[in-house]
């Protein structure tokens, strides 16, 4: 799945905008100058940069999951939690604007969470199921760091892989 408005040299733009600035501190001036294209170029495409966010994230989240082999469900969930939980963007997030992530959370599945279904569900044959993953691979993804010590990520993933 790729997003609705998908344009590389700004996405990349964006991305290097926001893993040097952070989402708030990263305007649509900044990654048109990074680009080299004009405001007008990325207003045609992007309202604002909250929908140039929200397309950048599932672009980035879209292919961590693109490379993951299905055929073994608990180990590509385990490998996507892992992969996500590393990915640069996923961190700078996380440290600089969490606040980015609630709504997917709590009011609403993103681009992103509806493409991890897609390839879920088929997987485990079962839309209910895929959910329940999608909920419990989300969980060890964002609070695993709050349950570090005396574990670490990699004895909880082990724990991720036991409970799916």
Known sequence: MTPIRHNDGVLDAARDCVLAYGVRRTTLTDVARRAGVSRMTIYRHWPDMRAL????MTREWVRVIDGLDLADPVGAVVAGVRGLREHPLWRKIVEADPELLI???LDRRGASQEAV?????????????ARAVLLVAQSFLLS?????DPVTLDEL??????LL
């Open 53 to 56: 966010v929200a397309d950048l």
């Open 103 to 105: 709504p997917y959370l």
């Open 117 to 129: 279904l897609a390839a879920l569900e088929p997987a485990l044959g079962d839309a209910r199921r």
């Open 144 to 148: 695993a760091p709050t349950m570090l």
């Open 157 to 162: 993933d082990a724990e991720l892989a036991t």
